[in-house]
Each structure stands twice: as C-alpha cells, then as structure tokens.
C-alpha cells in the first residue's frame, strides 16, 4: 500500500476507535492495537506504542472539560499515580522481553474483560458515600463533589486494596499501550468506594500521567514510529473530541452491545493468533 | 475550596489544552511534510526494526526537528504531548505548596520523579 493510503486507512480507523470509545467510555486503545495488528499487519510492539500516544492525547483532551466541574479529586489522584506510574515503568520494560505471542495473549484476555463489561451494561454507583476509614483519614483523601448544584461530601475506604489494583492497571498500560482505565475505575468505585463519577474522571487524569511514565521507555526503545503515530494519534483525538460532543444524544445502550460484540470477536483474533504463533 | 485552588484548576484546564493543540500543530506539520515527500512511497511495519537512534532520544528529535525533517516534527509534537500530563503534575505539586500541604507536595514530587525517570532512559 502507498504511504498517503496507508495513513488515510490508519486515521480513518483511528478516527472511528476514538469516536465509539469516547461513546461506550472504553477509551480508543483497547481496539485500536488488535486492529493495527490484525487488519493493517504492523508489528505489535509499533501498535502498541502508536497507541499509547493517542491514550495521551484523549486523556489530556478529555480532562481539559472535565477539570472545570470540580469532579477530579487530585489527592486521590496523585496518590494513586505513586501505583500506576511504577507499575507502567515496569509493565513497558517486562514489554521488551515478553514475545509478540504472549503479548497478543495477554491483549486478548484483557479485551475479553472489556467485552463483558460493555455487554453486561453500565455500571453506576456501588452504593451512598461512605465515611473514610482511618488511613484514607490520615491521607486527607475525602472530598466533595456536585450533586445538583450542592456539593456532596463523600469518604474514601480501603486505601492499600485500591493501591494494589492501581498498580496492576498500571503495568497493564505499560505492556499494552493502553489507558487501563476500566480497571482503574473498578479500583476507585468498587474498592476505595469512591463515588462512580468522581471515580471515572480521576481515572482519565491518572491515565495520561501513566501512559506518560512508559511512553518514555517506549520511545527508547523506538516502539514509537512517528509514521504511524502520526495518522493514529490524529485520528483518535479527532474521533474522542467528535464522540464527547454528540454523547448526549446518542442511544448508548445499543452502541455499548455492538461495541462490546466486535471487541469481544477481537479478543477471539488475538487469543488465537498468538496461540498459533501468528502476530 | 479557596480562590488559588480555583485558579490553578482553570489554569491546569488552559494548560492541557494548550499542550495538546499544539502537540496535534506539530504533528500535523510534520504529517503533511511527509506526505508531501513520500506519498507513493510502499510502506509496511510487519517487522519490528527499532527506530533509528536519533527518534529515540530527545536531543536527536530537537536536532532532526529544527531541520525541519518531517519525521522529526512529528517525533516533537509527540513529546510536547507526553509533557502535558508531566506538566500536570509538576502543577499540582506547586498547588499543594501553595496549600501548605508538605505530605502531597511530597507525592508530587515522587510522581515527578518516576515520570523524569522514564524520559531520562529516553535519553
């Protein structure tokens, strides 16, 4: 393929990844590497790297709305950064050693999860806000959020849980370029029992200061092809900016099912390709 | 909440989205450059062959960059990228400064460790 069609395919793909996953709130990563490597033949370690870049750009993208609402708790945030970051340092040097094989494996699980988690619906708050417990206390972690145009007092509980948690999404993002933000969130809501909102927006500041902390690595290690960065990363702010703007009016629920179907089928693609030594 | 903490977020909030305009400028320019060069050029990336030297440090991007080569462009437009969430934190850490708050200007600072960290083994 010419070089102008080659990176016209590549935005274009890009473009509809960022789109559905600004939608189904999955982020743009977790389709974009199985396609890069299944339909456009690049080398997993360049998809994965091109990947990481866009999970940068939406991150930061998104986060410029969100941080004017007063949702983002930045000492939740930072804390749990501690995790993630050291956790990608080590997932993007465990990177270079794993094979393609493992590493198409291991994409494949993950997007089986991400699958289940669009199919099975939308997950809101676990419950009411909690009082902190006594290291959540000593963190000072506990906030206020706006609930109808009052603010809403909540707590944080189970602090080292969370950590752990945030630390395995961390060298997830790490190994396979990307946001790991489902598992961050499941973190946030389900263990620190941080309400469901608070909980999705920390979790998109976190995930471009993690990706930030491997993609350093990554670039040493010349997983970062500016030729294919370039239509990828293009195409996925382009197609994340466009899904935020018609979210509100869009029938999410059948999306989420169709989106969670073609990942599911992906992660078939992946498993299988890796078993028999394919990608 | 106090008026500095206000500032700062709408600050933080400016900041990210000056950073990621013009991370999206720079690879643009650099992606037109290319494609005005190279546009019927075969392309393939089946087999991983790492990127040259001077893609893979920062000083070898600035270089290839301020000769205006177009795959050096892009190279910094990704790198103003990934020092927007950098900046973020570093922003954070003055906010809990500015707070008095040693504990979180603390973790603040350790994040910003980690992450100078991973740009040092860039370069």
């Known amino acids: 393929m010419s070089a102008l069609l080659f990176t016209f395919f590549v935005w274009l793909t890009a473009a509809t990844a960022g789109f559905l996953g600004a939608l189904t709130g999955l982020g743009g990563g977790v389709v974009l590497v199985p396609v890069l490597t299944l339909a456009f033949g690049v080398d997993i370690k360049y998809a994965i790297g091109a990947s990481l870049v866009s999970v940068i750009a939406t991150s930061s993208g998104a986060a410029a709305a969100y941080v004017r609402e007063g949702y983002t708790n930045i000492r939740i945030g930072i804390l749990l950064e501690v995790a993630t970051t050291l956790g990608a340092i080590l997932g993007a040097f465990l990177a270079a050693y794993l094979s393609t094989h493992v590493l198409a494996i291991v994409f494949g699980l993950v997007l089986v999860h991400s699958a289940w988690r669009s199919l099975s619906g939308n997950h809101q708050d676990a419950g009411p806000p909690v009082e902190s417990d006594a290291l959540a206390k000593k963190l000072r972690l506990a906030g206020s959020y706006p609930v109808e145009g009052k603010r809403q007092e909540y707590g944080v509980r189970n602090v080292p849980a969370g950590f752990s948690l945030m630390f395995g999404a961390g060298a997830l993002s790490g190994l396979l370029g990307i946001g790991a933000g489902v598992i961050k969130v499941i973190a946030m809501d389900r263990a620190m029992k941080i309400p469901f909102k608070v909980s999705t927006t920390t979790s998109n500041f976190m995930i471009g200061v993690t990706a930030a902390a491997s993609a350093g690595v990554y670039l040493g290690r010349g997983y970062i092809e500016p030729r294919l960065a370039m239509p990828v990363m293009l195409g996925v702010l382009g197609g994340a900016f466009l899904g935020t703007k018609v979210l509100i009016k869009a029938k999410v629920k059948s999306l989420r099912l169709i989106f969670g179907g073609v990942v599911l089928l992906l992660a078939v693609e992946m498993i299988m390709n890796g078993i028999r030594g394919r990608i | ?123």
């Open chain 2, 1 to 123: 909440m106090g008026m500095t903490d206000r500032k700062l977020e709408l600050l933080v909030g400016n900041l990210l989205r000056v950073g990621v305009l013009a991370a999206a400028f720079m690879v643009g320019l650099g992606g037109a450059a290319y494609l005005a060069h190279h546009h019927s050029e075969r392309v393939s990336y089946k087999a991983f062959q790492s990127e040259s030297a001077e893609m893979r440090t920062v000083p070898g991007i600035w270089h290839a960059a301020l000769h205006f080569h177009s795959e050096g462009l892009i190279q910094l437009g990704l790198l103003i990228l990934i020092a927007t969430p950098v900046a973020r934190v570093a922003l954070a850490a003055i906010g809990f400064y500015l707070e008095r708050d040693r504990l979180y200007v603390g973790v603040s600072l350790f994040v910003l460790a980690v992450l100078v960290y991973s740009m040092m083994h860039a370069g």
